[in-house]
């Protein structure tokens, strides 16, 4: 018919596509390969309208790839493990995978619907025994090379949800998934040793930048957190370490060597073993009192500058080893534990967190570097900034940067001290005392201790007979509890062992499903080695910016150790990174507690997918939020409406020469192909739409007032539109594909050939005068500059002629259109 309906168009095209399976990558090296991933969805419910916004620019990336004629590989998975589904399997009295399933069946339906140009046999779920066996593989090989390791440390834990959280998992001191504040507890945990990789992840950031958005760099360096400083050793005055029987030594980090004569306390995590070995008999209780005080506090609350400072004195002082001066020991909140060394030297005159505990418990301030500023101990201001050294008796008279090395070159004659470097970056805590989880493969043997689960018995499948109420939290995790799972033989010596009953934090399965998808069935290890080597690394991958620490650092080092094992090689995993903007109504995040939340399958409904879509990408810059509220889906449809009745409207026969046609809408055509090209490549998707409506109107207006619909012309501009509307509108596309006779589906087509000689500016006609008088008329390009103008006006023969060889005063340009030259 000749009416638009989308409804029926979705309905037409669907199966074909399914049945059709485009979209998988001919992998056979005959074309250039691109690899463009989305983030994982987690399934919990069906998709929503954060997803619609980001698959849709993933979308819109691998179908401009595939039509630029790359061979592309575009997957789609789910990050299938983690609590909400446990949660609500408890809630249900039911197994985590069955509510899992389900969302993930739901979902796949609404991203088929979606028309995301995905290949759908390399679908995977990191909850599937097929997928987990190879993160248990992966853990092994971690742990093989000491990079997985058990300790026993105070690790934050959340009260609700009864298990361990990450440093990245707590969020202003509350668990990042339910809100609860955070405490602290001891408790025997996995740690990958990310650590070991600072270093690298620090400076590998280098190739990054530019094609990662900065401040996701940004936020990266600071967790990461390089410091340069040095270790200091301060003697504890009248104690012997029972160890070396010599002088008991506490070590402390400072960036600030520069500053030794200007402590005048020593600070000590009052949460620190440390600070109970310290403390004298006398202050023993005072100092446990304090210590379950500070347990409830989180790092972000102790580290806040604006908080009331408080501390114990342990009885002790430690010795200055620059020049010997006694400096008492304090214990305090403001120093956490797993920083540097757990202990500082304060220097109040120049650091304000030691300057405020100096007011707060009347220590001496000395000031060691004069900066201009005024008297610390008067003002309350720490003085931070440069100057020259004084009080600091072979330093004196050094400025800050020359006296940094000095003061380390000092101490290391005496044997107190060295340059070092420090991290902000802490080993990243793996267990989780929950269920639904890949299980951790070590079985521990009183007899071998820590025994790897042999290859050949991965994976270590979950229980499947766990429901409801079994899975609840209580503090350690719901595998304990199954008997016949837990007991098993040890594989080294047969005797009677148990297995660990801790699973992985998601975040381990998230670290490398983008290698998987390069060779998902493969059966002999987490991925073909040859095929990771051919697609990674990813070419651009997309996601939310609420990823920009944990997930992303996790797979950069996941891809690092695997490129030292001799598994991969790329040393990065996502060469470029796209973050879309959120979508928000009514200028808010959409949440069930404002009741502002849109329903993705509703908008999908009334307007149709390829409006939403369009919607998405037209609203904004991808980096910059849409805002439901401002934008009108129903206006994106009216215009799909319009480009479709171009095609039914074209009454040329296929095949028809375009050239023949009207060259003002061939050179808009073209014009219009040209910069599209140009703006994908610059991820302005918004104003390829725009330019995309120009031409639909041109088109429109050469058949109804122009050269009229039988016009090759509009043949070809109606196609062009069908292409290029194909990356936002797929549905819309097709359709008009198929009515004007195109070959495959329009996804197989080609980015339509831009012919240059129709690219050529257009011109316009320039006055030359000489006072007031014309004398010439130029034909110059639309976009002709002030200088090119003058320059061509002043090279004219009518103009010379006129000036017969006299003097110019002045030359005035108005571009593109006059020139007029004052001769002397
Ligand atoms: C003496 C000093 C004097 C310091 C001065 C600073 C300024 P960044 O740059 O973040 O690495 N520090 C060391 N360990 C700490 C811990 N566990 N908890 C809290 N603070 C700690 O910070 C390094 C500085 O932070 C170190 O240098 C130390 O104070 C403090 F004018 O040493 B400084
Ligand atoms: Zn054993």
Redesign the pocket.
Known sequence: GNSYDIASIEAKWLPRWDEAEIFAPSDDGSKERRYVCDMFPYPSGDLHMGHAEAFALGDVVARYLKLKGFDVLHPVGWDSFGLPAENAAIKRNAHPAEWTYANIDTQAASFRRYATSVDWSRRLQTSDPEYYRWTQWLFLRFYERGLAYRKNSPVNWCPKDQTVLANEQVINGACERCGTPVTKKNLNQWYFKITDYADRLLDDMAELEGHWPERVLAMQRNWI?R?Q?AHVDFAIDGMTDPETGEAKKVT??????D?LF??TFFVV?ADAALSSELVDPEHRAALAAYQEQVKKLSDIER?ATDREKTGVFLGRYAVNPINGQLLPVWAAD??????????????P???Q??LDFARAFGLPVTVV?QTGAEDPAETGI?A?GDGLLVNSGPLDGLPKAEAIPAAIELVAAAGTGEATT?F?LRDWLLSRQRFWGAPIPIIHCAECGEVPVPDDQLPVKLPEDLRGEQLAPKGTSPLASVADWVNVACPACGGTATRDTDTMDTFVDSSWYYLRYTSPGYTEGPFDPAAADRWMGVDQYVGGVEHAILHLLYSRFFVKVLNDMGLLKANEPFKALLNQGQVLNGGKAMSKSLGNGVDLSEQLSQFGVDAVRLTMIFASPPEDDVDWADVSPAGSAKFLARAWRLAQDVDSAPGTDPAAGDPALRAITHRTVAEAGALMDAHKFNVVVAKLMELVNASRKAIDSGPGAQDPAVREAAAAVAVLLSLFAPYTAEDMWERLGGTGFVAQASWPAVEESLLVQSTVTAVVQIQGKVRDRLEVPAEVTEDELRQLALASANVQRALDGRDIRTVIVRAPKLVNIVPA
């Open positions: 957190g410091s400083g402390v980090f400072t960036t600030r060597p500053t200007g402590a995590a580290q403001y120093v956490l534990a797993d920083y540097g060394t757990g202990a500082i030297m304060a220097v005159a120049h650091d967190r030691d570097v720490a931070v420090n902000r």
